[in-house]
């Protein structure tokens, strides 16, 4: 069964960092596009960055771009999300995802994600 695990969330204060790990089993990473998704509380799901398979390419929403990185060691089948200059609104699990089939992947459908792991909870507060 193909699972994912994150980790690394945590209270951080506003301007901090934290460093987001997906650890994938049971399937080789390097074949999938793979996702950062996020749930604030009482919202719906944000979707956060893609990285291409071989990591040549990576896509962030405006929320994201230019304050998180992310990144993979296909080798470690291990997915990565750098968070810098943190803010209250960045408060939420956040989840990686992997699509059902190794194709590019739409922002935000949904549907196309089949494996999720249990989410790793970030709070952002002073």
């Known amino acids: 069964q193909v699972q994912l695990v994150e980790s690394g969330g945590g209270l951080v204060q506003p301007g901090g960092s934290l460093r987001l790990s997906c650890a994938a089993s049971r399937f080789s990473l390097s074949r999938f596009f793979m996702s950062w998704v996020r749930q604030a509380p009482g919202k719906g799901l944000e979707w956060v960055s893609t990285?291409?398979?071989?990591?040549?390419?990576?896509y962030y929403s405006d929320s994201a771009k230019d304050r998180f990185t992310v990144s993979r060691d296909n080798a470690k089948n291990t997915l990565y999300l750098q968070m810098n200059r943190l803010t209250p609104e960045d408060t939420a699990a956040y989840y990686c995802a992997r699509p059902w089939r190794p194709y590019p992947v739409n922002q935000g459908d949904w549907a196309q994600y089949e494996y999720w792991g249990q989410g790793t909870q970030v709070t952002v507060s002073s």
């Open positions: 990285i291409t398979p071989s990591g040549s390419s990576t």
